[in-house]
């Protein structure tokens, strides 16, 4: 059985080794994230040559997401590591401290925090363990008073509650990660922190300019971000719902429901989105998942998200391929009882002004209203499988297409699986018996099924799928 939800694994030392990569790939990953807060642009490249060696060993397409790491919005370093802080204590967040922080103070990264901050701001830190709320704003001194206390230790995330710090979104480090994005030919590339479409804006324009193609990816992880979330989208390709930040910021029991707003509002957008954080925490150190994650990651399956995303569980668990596998049967399982295979009353009374968006949705209706066995959309660009993988046809959809980007761009695509096909035909009936005779050598389908095939009467050109065809495998070959 096809997987219709992809697989996202962040990379690390746990996942480095090509012999390692290649278990991952066997095990179900779609994707792998490389998250540029680590290793230098010579490590990245490196990377991405091993995942695509790996891929090419293992005969499946991998595509390549980089994960920019945006401001660093945290405490430097200690004396001895960490501190204890107890409940009550006075503890300064020190702007001009250069040196190490010690159980008074401690210096920042972020140098604008006593600008953004102001008495009775509350701050959170290392992910909202602990909590602090502003006494003073002094010059560059920002004086707090524990709420929560607990370990704090060195380089630990800040976030202000309900939002508010107006770090930009792209710091100079990712300005000169997005040429290495570039130059590695990254699929994905996500911008940490936006708050406006302009920022993806501004994120698009330093791509293009660098000579990349990646799509781009807004990680939806600040209060700002959910009142600016349609502008957001509509200037991205993708989102990431990346519950970590975005949790400490609007509290934790907002977050379900605006996972499932975000994942309704990509796919109405025909954009794409992968839901993140903490999916299979407990696979760090622990051979199976807990009964609270499994019901994690068959929700947001249910929800209708593209991918579901690992983090720590492959990057340093002890477990990377456990966990994958884990993952892979859960995806499986939950799309089994998500039977509904219909075409929405909205997307029927929808209009278009694109004639391939419109081959798409045809081909989708008629896969949901006669047995199929697969939609077959021979692409270029991957544009008619992306507006089909936007509704589940209950069927696989086979994306064949002659150029390497689409092919690891689709990974992502939920239901669509990419397959390399370079065919010599000049005219369309003889580019179907073809994709017809590669399906069938794959063992994907066999004589007599019937597949909806998608295609364009220019053969061969991006943009130009025109045509819809119900076929029956071997009639083609009959005549």
Known sequence: ????????????????????????????????????????????????????????????????????????IRVRKFENDKI????????????????????????????????????????????????????????????????????????????RKGGGLTAPALTDKDKEDIKTAALIK?????????????????????????????????????????????????????????????SVEVGDAAVP????RMINMARMKNRLVITATQMMESMITNPIPTRAEVSDVANAVLDGTDAVMLSAETAVGDYPIETIEAMARICLK??????????????????????????????????????VKAIVALTQS???????SRMNAGVPIFALTPVPETLTKVTLFSGVHPIAFQSEAKVQSEEMLSAEAELVERGLVKEGDLVVITVGEAVGKAGHTNTMKIVRIGDYSKH
């Not at 000579?211 to 989208?233: Q, V, W």
Request: include cysteine; hydrophobic fraction near 45%; proline fraction near 2%.
């Open 84 to 159: 204890i802080l107890n409940d009550g204590d006075t503890f300064i967040l020190d702007a001009a401290m250069e040196g190490l922080g010690n159980q008074e103070r401690v210096g920042l990264d972020y140098k604008d925090l006593p600008k953004d901050v102001k008495k009775g701001s509350v701050l959170l830190l290392n992910d909202g363990m602990l909590e602090f709320i502003v006494s003073e704003v002094k010059g560059l001194q920002v004086i707090c008073k524990v709420v929560r206390g607990g370990v704090l230790s060195n380089n630990k995330g800040i976030n």
């Open 382 to 388: 991957g544009s008619t499988a992306l507006w089909m």
């Open 257 to 260: 429901g605006l996972q499932k």
């Open 186 to 246: 990254a699929d994905y590339l996500a911008v940490s922190f936006p708050r406006s479409g302009d920022d993806m804006r501004l994120a698009r324009e330093l791509m293009h300019a660098a000579g990349g193609k990646s799509m781009l990816m807004a990680k939806i992880e600040r209060a700002e971000a959910i009142p600016a979330l349609a502008g957001i989208i509509d200037a991205s390709d993708a989102i990431m719902v990346a519950r970590g930040d975005l």
């Open 1 to 72: 059985m096809l997987r219709r939800t992809k697989i996202v694994a962040t990379l690390g030392p746990a996942s480095s080794d090509r012999k390692v990569l290649e278990k991952m790939i066997r095990a179900g990953v779609d994707l792998v994230r490389m998250n540029f807060s680590h290793g230098s642009a010579q490590d990245h490249q490196k990377r991405a040559e091993n995942v695509r060696a790996a891929a090419a060993a293992v005969g499946r397409t991998v595509g390549i997401l980089a994960d920019l790491q945006g401001p660093k």
């Open 334 to 371: 939950a799309e089994a009882v998500d039977e509904d295979h219909t075409i929405s009353r909205r997307s029927v009374s929808q209009k278009f002004t694109r004639i391939d968006q419109t081959i798409a949705m045809s081909a989708l209706f008629a896969a949901s209203h006669i047995k």
